[in-house]
């Protein structure tokens, strides 16, 4: 069910007041001051951040966290999600960044909303000419729970599962965005699983996860 409390939208399972989940972009930063990522972050290698300017369409945007980050970096981030309540999440996670100073240009300037089916949306980018094409597709697909993983991740993950369910379409997805044109198409793993595809070009490993990467022709 989804509940609004202390002025932000949740989702809970309906039993406990305490399994909720909700987007929060200002808790992160509060009293921080955004910074560029260091140059050994995984992340900003994969998508091939060389100062501002990159162009970012993040196919499976979930609760916007990887799609934030990038956007504070300086890319232009075009965060596609297609379930509404999870969409709806995300909208009012950034509705309420929007008040706060330093947030604001980059909610406002660097990050925008679509509620779309991911594969639709690729379909779409393939009719568009070269100059207007964004420069990196990013795909996170939702991950197995594993053990260890931090208590809040595993509520967060139950939770959208049960929302969500399965997806099975992850490969499908991969191959549409190969064949969009982008410079690349990045692809978030947990460090140790299969690719989700082929090999990649090239890999970029955190302590967690990695980003294989596929490099257009």
Do not use: N
């Given at each position: 069910?989804?509940?609004?409390?202390?002025?932000?939208?949740?989702?809970?399972?309906?039993?406990?007041?305490?399994?909720?989940?909700?987007?929060?972009?200002?808790?992160?930063?509060?009293?921080?001051?955004?910074?560029?990522?260091?140059?050994?972050?995984?992340?900003?290698?994969?998508?091939?951040?060389?100062?501002?300017?990159?162009?970012?369409?993040?196919?499976?945007?979930?609760?916007?966290?990887?799609?934030?980050?990038?956007?504070?970096?300086?890319?232009?981030?075009?965060?596609?999600?297609?379930?509404?309540?999870?969409?709806?999440?995300?909208?009012?996670?950034?509705?309420?960044?929007m008040?706060?100073?330093?947030?604001?240009?980059?909610?406002?300037?660097?990050?925008?909303?679509?509620?779309?089916?991911?594969?639709?949306?690729?379909?779409?980018?393939?009719?568009?000419?070269?100059?207007?094409?964004?420069?990196?597709?990013?795909?996170?697909?939702?991950?197995?729970?594993?053990?260890?993983?931090?208590?809040?991740?595993?509520?967060?993950?139950?939770?959208?599962?049960?929302?969500?369910?399965?997806?099975?379409?992850?490969?499908?997805?991969?191959?549409?965005?190969?064949?969009?044109?982008?410079?690349r198409?990045?692809?978030?793993?947990?460090?140790?699983?299969?690719?989700?595809?082929?090999?990649?070009?090239?890999t970029?490993?955190?302590?967690?996860?990695?980003?294989?990467?596929?490099?257009?022709?």
């Amino acid at each position: 069910m989804l509940v609004v409390r202390d002025g932000r939208l949740e989702l809970g399972d309906g039993c406990s007041p305490k399994k909720t989940i909700f987007v929060d972009f200002v808790k992160p930063l509060l009293g921080k001051r955004i910074v560029a990522p260091p140059r050994s972050e995984p992340l900003a290698r994969a998508v091939g951040l060389r100062g501002e300017g990159v162009a970012v369409v993040d196919a499976t945007a979930g609760l916007g966290g990887d799609a934030f980050r990038l956007a504070t970096w300086g890319c232009r981030v075009t965060a596609i999600e297609r379930h509404p309540v999870v969409a709806s999440l995300l909208e009012d996670g950034m509705r309420r960044a929007m008040v706060v100073p330093q947030l604001a240009e980059v909610v406002r300037d660097r990050l925008g909303l679509v509620v779309a089916d991911a594969c639709d949306y690729l379909r779409g980018l393939r009719k568009l000419r070269d100059g207007q094409l964004p420069d990196v597709v990013y795909l996170d697909p939702m991950f197995a729970l594993e053990s260890g993983k931090a208590s809040a991740v595993r509520k967060e993950m139950t939770l959208l599962r049960e929302l969500l369910g399965e997806d099975d379409s992850s490969e499908e997805l991969l191959e549409l965005a190969r064949s969009v044109g982008v410079r690349r198409v990045v692809v978030k793993r947990m460090r140790h699983a299969a690719p989700l595809g082929r090999s990649p070009d090239t890999t970029y490993r955190g302590s967690v996860v990695r980003y294989d990467v596929y490099l257009g022709t």
